[in-house]
């Protein structure tokens, strides 16, 4: 049996913009996708922690060391420059992967510039004991 988990979020990141006259999708510092292995085009989930919206997009990278977290197109309209939100992505594991599996968490400043990767305690205790 597959399970959904966590694989990886970039934590409290800051909205730099949104721009609603833009195909769909968050842009995303490249540097921070790349901390948190998330990849162009890949689906995310969104969390806006001022206003409670949740919402699944696709990331696009932006330059790299620019800071930029910007809403696009019609999730334009789920967030205000300023606030603060949670970028997440999924995975389905097999029991065998939750043996090693670990998420990522990319944590930033209030600027989105990289301060710590962390590595979430891994399952090896709760698999063993399945």
Do not use: W
């Not at 195909?23 to 409670?52: C, F, H, K, W």
């Amino acid at each position: 049996m597959q399970r959904t988990l966590l694989l990886a979020k970039i934590h409290s990141c800051t909205l730099t913009d949104a721009n609603l006259n833009y195909m769909g999708s968050i842009s995303i510092d490249r540097t921070l996708l790349d901390a948190a292995g998330i990849l162009p085009y890949e689906q995310v989930q969104v969390v806006n922690v001022a206003n409670g919206e949740r919402f699944i997009t696709y990331a696009i990278a932006a330059p790299a060391n620019s800071g930029a977290i910007e809403l696009n197109g019609a999730a334009a309209r789920l967030g205000m420059k300023g606030d603060r939100l949670i970028v997440m992505t999924y995975g389905q594991l097999s029991p065998e992967e939750l043996k090693t599996y670990r998420p990522t968490v990319v944590m930033v400043d209030e600027q989105n510039r990289l301060l710590e990767v962390r590595l979430y305690d891994d399952l090896r205790a709760y698999a063993a004991q399945q």
